[in-house]
C-alpha cells in the first residue's frame, strides 16, 4: 500500500545534494584538512534536506498537484543554477552528488521495508507458535510480575509529590505518572463507590473533596462473570469500580485540546478499561494535541438488572440501566474536570466498540446524555441487543433469587459481591450476555423511529460495520457450546422473519452447509445479520439528519479461526501494536497510521481527507459519507458503496433494511 518512495523524495535529494556538494567544495577551496571537509559536507547536506523535507512535504504544496508541480520546477532550476555555478566558479558538478543522493533514498527506503518485513514475520511466528490453529481461541498469556503490575492500587500522598504530574480538579487532586512523553492518571474515582444501600441504585456524585491521592493504578474492574479470552480476568474486580483514566501529553498546551472518551466492550458481561488494548498511551503519544481517557462501569446483574418483581425492588427503578447511567456519569465528570487536564469540555468525541459501541447509540438518545459528546466512533453496534420488554431481565432476577436463595431487596443487598457473582456466572451459562433495556424513560422504546424523529440531532457519526465478527466472540467465550450459541442466535432470526423470508434464510444455510458446514452457513447468516443491523443504524440516523460517515472492515485475520472484527480494529486504531499480538493479530501499520490520522482528524473536526503525503507514501484521499464506505480490505482501502456486501441473504436483507418496523 505504502510507496516505498516518492517523486518528492528525489526532489529533495537534488537540493540535498547541492548542500552535500557545495559544502565539500567550499571547505575544500577554503583549505581546510578533510575532516572538517567532512563536517561542512554533512552540516550543509543535512540542514537543506531537513528543510527541504518540512517545504515539499506540507500540507500546502502537497494538498493540490498544481502546487506540487510548481515546488518541481522550483526544485530543478535550483539544482541546474546550482549545479552551473558550480561547473563554473568551483570546478565540480552536482551530477554526481544527485546519483550517490538518489541511491541513498532507494537504498534506505528498501532497507526499511526489509527491516520492517522481517520485524512483522518475526511476530507472525511468535503468534503462530502460541496460537497454532487459533482454535483454541485467545491465549493470553501473562506471568506473576504482570498481574501484580495490573493489580496495584492507589495510596493517599501523605508527603512530597511530583508536582509536574498533578491535577487539581474539585473531587480531588491527582498525583499520576509520566512515562516518556505522556502522563497517565489511573483510577480516578468519578462516582461514589455503588456499595451497601448505594448497591443497583443510580451513581451518586463524589463530594468536593482535597484530598492528595495517587493515580499510578488502574481501578478495579466491575464485577463480572469469568471469561478466559481477555486479560481483565486476571484484574481485581470490585463494586467499588467506577473509575476512569487520562493520559495527556507530557507537554504543556496553551490550548485546550480535543477530548477522546473510549468506552470498554464485551457484551456487558466482562472487560474494563484495564485492557491494554484499550490502553490510550501510544495513541496520545502519535496525536499528543488529543486527552485520552477511558473508563469502567457496571455489568451484568450489578449493571442491567429488573428488580421491579422483587418485593423491595420499587427502591431501585434504575437498575435495568444502571451500566448507561454509570456512562452518563463518566462523561458529565469529564465534561466539568477534564480542563483541568489541559483538555476542551465542549469537544468530547466518544468512542466505542461491540457493547461500547451499542450504549453510545442508546446515550446519542438519552434526554440525560444530551450535550455531553458531539462526535461519536462506534463499530459494531447491534441494536438488536438491548431487550425491547422486560420480560428477560425479570426471568434473569427470579433465578438470580432462586441461585441466591433470597426473597427480598433487603436479603440481596446483605449478599456478599461474590455470592452474587457467583450465581450471575451460572445465569450467565444458560442465559448468555446481560444488556440495557429500552425502557421508554432512560431510552427509548424504539430506537430506529427515535433515529428517523432526529433524537440524536447534533451528533456526528462514524458507523463501522463488521465482516467476520462472530468467530472473535467465539474467541472470548470459547469453543464450548460455541455452535449451539450460533444455532440458538440463527433460529432466534429466523422467529422475527414471515415464512417467506425464514424459507429463503433456511435455503441459503443449506446451500452453504453443502459446500462447507451447517455451524459455518450460519455463522454466515449472523455476521451478515450482525453488518446489516450496523448498517441499518446508519440508514435511520441519516434518515433523521445526521451526517453519517460508514467504516467497512473486510480485512482478513492471521488466524481465520480467530476472525477479524472488534480486536483488531481497537488495536489498529490506538497503534497497539503489542497488545493485538497476545490476541493473535497482527497491526498493519500502514492502515494504523492511516486510520489513527483520520480518527485524529474526526476528533478535533477537520474533514475526512488525506491530503497526499500526509500520511507518508498515500496519495490523497476523501473519505465520502453515507452511503459510501471507507472499505478497509485486503491492507487496503477505498470508499464505495457496500450494500451489495450486506444482501447476499435475501430474505434476511429484505426484513432488516426494507421492511423493519421504523
Given at each position: 500500500?505504502?510507496?516505498?518512495?516518492?517523486?518528492?523524495?528525489?526532489?529533495?535529494?537534488?537540493?540535498?545534494?547541492?548542500?552535500?556538494?557545495?559544502?565539500?567544495?567550499?571547505?575544500?577551496?577554503?583549505?581546510?584538512?578533510?575532516?572538517?571537509?567532512?563536517?561542512?559536507?554533512?552540516?550543509?547536506?543535512?540542514?537543506?534536506?531537513?528543510?527541504?523535507?518540512?517545504?515539499?512535504?506540507?500540507?500546502?504544496?502537497?494538498?493540490?498537484?498544481?502546487?506540487?508541480?510548481?515546488?518541481?520546477?522550483?526544485?530543478?532550476?535550483?539544482?541546474?543554477?546550482?549545479?552551473?555555478?558550480?561547473?563554473?566558479?568551483?570546478?565540480?558538478?552536482?551530477?554526481?552528488?544527485?546519483?550517490?543522493?538518489?541511491?541513498?533514498?532507494?537504498?534506505?527506503?528498501?532497507?526499511?521495508?526489509?527491516?520492517?518485513?522481517?520485524?512483522?514475520?518475526?511476530?507472525?511466528?511468535?503468534?503462530?507458535?502460541?496460537?497454532?490453529?487459533?482454535?483454541?481461541?485467545?491465549?493470553?498469556?501473562?506471568?506473576?510480575?504482570?498481574?501484580?503490575?495490573?493489580?496495584?492500587?492507589?495510596?493517599?500522598?501523605?508527603?512530597?509529590?511530583?508536582?509536574?504530574?498533578?491535577?487539581?480538579?474539585?473531587?480531588?487532586?491527582?498525583?499520576?505518572?509520566?512515562?516518556?512523553?505522556?502522563?497517565?492518571?489511573?483510577?480516578?474515582?468519578?462516582?461514589?463507590?455503588?456499595?451497601?444501600?448505594?448497591?443497583?441504585?443510580?451513581?451518586?456524585?463524589?463530594?468536593?473533596?482535597?484530598?492528595?491521592?495517587?493515580?499510578?493504578?488502574?481501578?478495579?474492574?466491575?464485577?463480572?462473570?469469568?471469561?478466559r479470552g481477555a486479560l481483565s480476568e486476571h484484574h481485581r474486580q470490585d463494586e467499588d469500580c467506577l473509575t476512569l483514566n487520562v493520559y495527556v501529553a507530557a507537554r504543556e498546551a496553551e490550548e485546550r485540546k480535543p477530548v477522546l472518551v473510549?468506552?470498554?466492550?464485551?457484551?456487558?458481561?466482562?472487560?474494563?478499561?484495564?485492557?491494554?488494548?484499550?490502553?490510550?498511551?501510544?495513541?496520545?503519544?502519535?496525536?499528543?494535541?488529543?486527552?485520552?481517557?477511558?473508563?469502567?462501569?457496571?455489568?451484568?446483574?450489578?449493571?442491567?438488572?429488573?428488580?421491579?418483581?422483587?418485593?423491595?425492588?420499587?427502591?431501585?427503578?434504575?437498575?435495568?440501566?444502571?451500566?448507561?447511567?454509570?456512562?452518563?456519569?463518566?462523561?458529565?465528570?469529564?465534561?466539568?474536570?477534564?480542563?483541568?487536564?489541559?483538555?476542551?469540555?465542549?469537544?468530547?468525541?466518544?468512542?466505542?466498540?461491540?457493547?461500547?459501541?451499542?450504549?453510545?447509540?442508546?446515550?446519542?438518545?438519552?434526554?440525560?446524555?444530551?450535550?455531553?459528546?458531539?462526535?461519536?466512533?462506534?463499530?459494531?453496534?447491534?441494536?438488536?441487543?438491548?431487550?425491547?420488554?422486560?420480560?428477560?431481565?425479570?426471568?434473569?432476577?427470579?433465578?438470580?433469587?432462586?441461585?441466591?436463595?433470597?426473597?427480598?431487596?433487603?436479603?440481596?443487598?446483605?449478599?456478599?459481591?461474590?455470592?452474587?457473582?457467583?450465581?450471575?456466572?451460572?445465569?450467565?451459562?444458560?442465559?448468555?450476555?446481560?444488556?440495557?433495556?429500552?425502557?421508554?424513560?432512560?431510552?427509548?422504546?424504539?430506537?430506529?423511529?427515535?433515529?428517523?424523529?432526529?433524537?440524536?440531532?447534533?451528533?456526528?457519526?462514524?458507523?463501522?460495520?463488521?465482516?467476520?465478527?462472530?468467530?472473535?466472540?467465539?474467541?472470548?467465550?470459547?469453543?464450548?457450546?460455541?455452535?449451539?450459541?450460533?444455532?440458538?442466535?440463527?433460529?432466534?432470526?429466523?422467529?422475527?422473519?414471515?415464512?417467506?423470508?425464514?424459507?429463503?434464510?433456511?435455503?441459503?444455510?443449506?446451500?452453504?452447509?453443502?459446500?462447507?458446514?451447517?455451524?459455518?452457513?450460519?455463522?454466515?447468516?449472523?455476521?451478515?445479520?450482525?453488518?446489516?443491523?450496523?448498517?441499518?443504524?446508519?440508514?435511520?440516523?441519516?434518515?433523521?439528519?445526521?451526517?453519517?460517515?460508514?467504516?467497512?472492515?473486510?480485512?482478513?485475520?492471521?488466524?481465520?479461526?480467530?476472525?477479524?472484527?472488534?480486536?483488531?480494529?481497537?488495536?489498529?486504531?490506538?497503534?497497539?501494536?503489542?497488545?493485538?499480538?497476545?490476541?493473535?493479530?497482527?497491526?498493519?501499520?500502514?492502515?494504523?497510521?492511516?486510520?489513527?490520522?483520520?480518527?485524529?482528524?474526526?476528533?478535533?473536526?477537520?474533514?475526512?481527507?488525506?491530503?497526499?503525503?500526509?500520511?507518508?507514501?498515500?496519495?490523497?484521499?476523501?473519505?465520502?459519507?453515507?452511503?459510501?464506505?471507507?472499505?478497509?480490505?485486503?491492507?487496503?482501502?477505498?470508499?464505495?458503496?457496500?450494500?451489495?456486501?450486506?444482501?447476499?441473504?435475501?430474505?434476511?436483507?429484505?426484513?432488516?433494511?426494507?421492511?423493519?418496523?421504523?
Amino acid at each position: 500500500m505504502r510507496k516505498l518512495f516518492t517523486v518528492d523524495d528525489f526532489m529533495v535529494a537534488l537540493i540535498a545534494a547541492l548542500g552535500y556538494g557545495y559544502g565539500y567544495a567550499i571547505a575544500e577551496l577554503a583549505g581546510w584538512p578533510m575532516p572538517l571537509r567532512m563536517v561542512a559536507c554533512f552540516a550543509l547536506g543535512l540542514a537543506l534536506e531537513e528543510i527541504m523535507d518540512k517545504v515539499i512535504f506540507s500540507e500546502a504544496v502537497q494538498k493540490t498537484t498544481r502546487n506540487r508541480v510548481i515546488a518541481y520546477v522550483a526544485i530543478i532550476l535550483v539544482f541546474l543554477a546550482g549545479h552551473f555555478i558550480a561547473t563554473q566558479w568551483l570546478g565540480t558538478g552536482m551530477i554526481e552528488d544527485a546519483e550517490e543522493e538518489f541511491l541513498w533514498v532507494i537504498g534506505l527506503a528498501v532497507l526499511g521495508f526489509v527491516v520492517n518485513l522481517v520485524i512483522r514475520w518475526n511476530r507472525i511466528r511468535r503468534i503462530r507458535k502460541a496460537y497454532g490453529d487459533g482454535d483454541a481461541g485467545y491465549v493470553i498469556n501473562v506471568d506473576e510480575k504482570d498481574v501484580e503490575e495490573l493489580n496495584g492500587q492507589n495510596q493517599p500522598v501523605l508527603g512530597e509529590y511530583d508536582a509536574e504530574c498533578t491535577v487539581k480538579t474539585r473531587t480531588g487532586t491527582y498525583v499520576g505518572e509520566k512515562d516518556g512523553k505522556v502522563v497517565y492518571y489511573l483510577g480516578i474515582p468519578y462516582a461514589q463507590a455503588p456499595v451497601g444501600d448505594l448497591r443497583w441504585k443510580a451513581p451518586e456524585p463524589l463530594p468536593p473533596s482535597d484530598a492528595v491521592i495517587e493515580a499510578k493504578s488502574f481501578g478495579a474492574s466491575a464485577m463480572q462473570v469469568e471469561n478466559r479470552g481477555a486479560l481483565s480476568e486476571h484484574h481485581r474486580q470490585d463494586e467499588d469500580c467506577l473509575t476512569l483514566n487520562v493520559y495527556v501529553a507530557a507537554r504543556e498546551a496553551e490550548e485546550r485540546k480535543p477530548v477522546l472518551v473510549l468506552f470498554h466492550h464485551s457484551g456487558f458481561a466482562f472487560g474494563g478499561s484495564a485492557d491494554p488494548l484499550l490502553d490510550g498511551e501510544n495513541y496520545v503519544k502519535a496525536f499528543p494535541d488529543i486527552v485520552f481517557v477511558s473508563f469502567n462501569y457496571r455489568l451484568g446483574i450489578f449493571g442491567f438488572a429488573d428488580l421491579s418483581e422483587v418485593p423491595g425492588g420499587q427502591a431501585c427503578p434504575d437498575a435495568p440501566n444502571l451500566g448507561l447511567l454509570d456512562q452518563i456519569a463518566a462523561l458529565k465528570w469529564v465534561k466539568e474536570n477534564i480542563a483541568a487536564f489541559g483538555g476542551d469540555p465542549d469537544r468530547i468525541t466518544v468512542a466505542g466498540f461491540e457493547s461500547g459501541a451499542t450504549c453510545i447509540c442508546l446515550l446519542a438518545v438519552s434526554e440525560q446524555a444530551k450535550g455531553l459528546f458531539k462526535r461519536a466512533f462506534v463499530f459494531n453496534a447491534n441494536l438488536e441487543e438491548p431487550y425491547e420488554t422486560p420480560d428477560v431481565p425479570r426471568a434473569l432476577t427470579r433465578d438470580l433469587l432462586r441461585e441466591t436463595q433470597t426473597a427480598t431487596m433487603e436479603e440481596l443487598v446483605r449478599l456478599k459481591p461474590e455470592a452474587l457473582q457467583e450465581a450471575a456466572q451460572k445465569i450467565w451459562r444458560n442465559w448468555g450476555m446481560s444488556a440495557p433495556l429500552l425502557d421508554g424513560r432512560l431510552v427509548p422504546a424504539n430506537m430506529y423511529r427515535a433515529y428517523q424523529e432526529s433524537a440524536a440531532a447534533g451528533i456526528e457519526f462514524v458507523v463501522g460495520v463488521p465482516s467476520d465478527e462472530v468467530l472473535v466472540f467465539r474467541s472470548f467465550v470459547g469453543a464450548e457450546g460455541y455452535e449451539d450459541l450460533v444455532a440458538s442466535e440463527v433460529n432466534n432470526i429466523q422467529k422475527k422473519l414471515d415464512a417467506r423470508r425464514a424459507a429463503a434464510v433456511r435455503e441459503y444455510i443449506e446451500k452453504k452447509a453443502a459446500l462447507s458446514s451447517e455451524v459455518e452457513a450460519q455463522v454466515e447468516v449472523l455476521d451478515q445479520r450482525i453488518a446489516l443491523d450496523a448498517y441499518r443504524a446508519a440508514m435511520k440516523l441519516v434518515e433523521g439528519g445526521n451526517k453519517v460517515h460508514l467504516m467497512y472492515w473486510g480485512q482478513k485475520p492471521l488466524l481465520e479461526s480467530l476472525g477479524s472484527g472488534t480486536v483488531d480494529v481497537l488495536a489498529t486504531l490506538l497503534g497497539n501494536e503489542d497488545e493485538l499480538e497476545m490476541y493473535g493479530g497482527v497491526v498493519d501499520k500502514d492502515l494504523s497510521e492511516i486510520l489513527q490520522t483520520l480518527l485524529h482528524k474526526y476528533v478535533i473536526g477537520d474533514a475526512l481527507q488525506l491530503y497526499r503525503n500526509e500520511v507518508y507514501g498515500i496519495d490523497a484521499f476523501n473519505w465520502e459519507p453515507f452511503p459510501k464506505a471507507l472499505i478497509v480490505s485486503d491492507n487496503r482501502f477505498s470508499c464505495g458503496t457496500i450494500e451489495d456486501k450486506l444482501t447476499e441473504i435475501d430474505g434476511l436483507a429484505d426484513y432488516m433494511l426494507r421492511e423493519k418496523e421504523s
